[in-house]
């Protein structure tokens, strides 16, 4: 399916992210000097967030945060550009994130999390005219991770289907992955048009060690599939065949915090701009080479010069 214009629509989990950036091994039973911010965070907002950085003029999301910090998250999602549906939990706080992020070359990320309100995101709280003026749905695949949020990214796919609205997902978690299921994972993302999952979740999914025949094999439920590989680059593959090995951007990391996301934002905004899929995904990457330069899983808001 070809992408029409419009706007972006991204469902998905905005939380608040420790960042922890460590160079030391972790020591355990005593301390271990880290540089420690909380910043806006959230696979669902950083997509959205890249997707307007990268020059996608019309960006909404849609999520679910606690009372407690709405209001900054909602004015951090609005400087990024991007126009924020936040419903407020009446119980649940926002999510948190910890992320251990080692100081060293590869600034390889551990995350410890809490959903919070992320994944209490339920069917009524979406609507079909949320779709009105939209050219591209996008899921966060933590959603698919919970039963309510299970069921409004379930509503949104079929309002999607039903608008003829092309629909991504990024499946986002090996671990979660493991935890739901691959079966379900897969009966919950049916119809989609475009998945966008790591290396090690391509395997996961397929239970094929050989990347480009995972590839090919997921291409095959799924029309178009973008394999994310970091340093490596990415791996196109549609409709059963493996089309190109994209290459990466040399980089020198400081966190890999969001840079899949930094990839599928800028991957979208490119795809709605009228690019191809090899096109968009080598924006994919020259995205998340600029994202593991910095702290957090944001780009830079306008005027800023922080890192």
Same mark, same amino acid.
């Given at each position: 399916?070809?992408?029409?214009?419009? =706007?972006?629509?991204?469902?998905?989990?905005?939380?608040?992210?420790?960042?922890?950036?460590?160079?030391?091994?972790?020591?355990? $039973?005593?301390?271990?000097?880290?540089?420690?911010?909380?910043?806006?965070?959230?696979?669902?907002?950083?997509?959205?967030?890249?997707?307007?950085?990268?020059?996608?003029?019309?960006?909404?999301?849609?999520?679910?945060?606690?009372?407690?910090?709405?209001?900054?998250?909602?004015? =951090?999602?609005?400087?990024?550009?991007?126009?924020?549906?936040?419903?407020?939990?009446?119980?649940? @706080?926002?999510?948190?994130?910890?992320?251990?992020?080692?100081?060293?070359?590869?600034?390889?990320?551990?995350?410890?999390?809490?959903?919070?309100?992320?994944?209490?995101?339920?069917?009524?709280?979406?609507?079909?005219?949320?779709?009105?003026?939209? $050219?591209?749905?996008?899921?966060?695949?933590?959603?698919?991770? =919970?039963? @309510?949020?299970?069921?409004?990214?379930?509503?949104?796919?079929?309002?999607?289907?039903?608008?003829?609205?092309?629909?991504?997902?990024?499946?986002?978690?090996?671990?979660?992955?493991?935890?739901?299921?691959?079966?379900?994972?897969?009966?919950?993302?049916?119809?989609?048009?475009?998945?966008?999952?790591?290396? $090690?979740?391509?395997?996961?999914?397929? $239970?094929?060690?050989?990347?480009?025949?995972?590839?090919?094999?997921?291409?095959?439920?799924?029309?178009?599939?973008?394999?994310?590989?970091?340093?490596?680059?990415?791996?196109?593959?549609?409709?059963?065949?493996?089309?190109?090995?994209?290459?990466?951007?040399?980089?020198?990391?400081?966190?890999?915090?969001?840079?899949?996301?930094?990839?599928?934002?800028?991957?979208?905004?490119?795809?709605?701009?009228?690019?191809?899929?090899?096109?968009? =995904?080598?924006?994919?990457?020259?995205?998340?080479?600029?994202?593991?330069?910095?702290?957090?899983?944001?780009?830079?808001?306008?005027?800023?010069?922080?890192?």
């Amino acid at each position: 399916m070809s992408p029409g214009g419009g =706007a972006l629509l991204v469902v998905g989990d905005v939380v608040t992210d420790i960042v922890a950036r460590h160079r030391a091994p972790l020591a355990p $039973g005593t301390d271990t000097a880290a540089a420690i911010r909380a910043v806006p965070g959230g696979a669902g907002a950083n997509v959205a967030s890249w997707a307007a950085s990268w020059g996608c003029g019309d960006v909404r999301i849609l999520g679910r945060v606690g009372a407690d910090s709405a209001a900054w998250h909602e004015e =951090a999602l609005a400087r990024a550009g991007v126009r924020p549906r936040l419903v407020v939990d009446p119980e649940a @706080p926002t999510g948190t994130v910890i992320c251990l992020v080692d100081g060293g070359a590869g600034a390889e990320r551990t995350f410890l999390a809490d959903n919070g309100a992320s994944l209490r995101l339920s069917a009524d709280d979406w609507s079909a005219g949320l779709l009105d003026g939209v $050219g591209w749905l996008h899921l966060s695949g933590y959603l698919f991770f =919970a039963g @309510p949020s299970r069921a409004a990214a379930g509503a949104a796919l079929a309002s999607a289907r039903a608008r003829g609205v092309p629909v991504s997902v990024d499946p986002a978690s090996a671990g979660f992955l493991t935890d739901l299921g691959v079966d379900r994972f897969l009966a919950a993302t049916d119809g989609v048009d475009v998945l966008l999952p790591s290396e $090690g979740e391509a395997r996961l999914l397929t $239970g094929v060690p050989d990347l480009a025949d995972a590839a090919v094999k997921l291409s095959r439920q799924f029309p178009s599939v973008v394999v994310k590989r970091g340093a490596a680059g990415a791996l196109v593959a549609r409709s059963g065949e493996v089309r190109a090995a994209v290459p990466a951007l040399p980089a020198v990391p400081r966190d890999s915090t969001g840079a899949g996301d930094a990839f599928t934002g800028a991957f979208l905004a490119s795809r709605l701009g009228g690019a191809g899929l090899c096109e968009a =995904a080598a924006e994919g990457c020259r995205a998340g080479a600029l994202a593991v330069e910095r702290v957090g899983g944001r780009p830079p808001l306008p005027g800023s010069t922080a890192c």
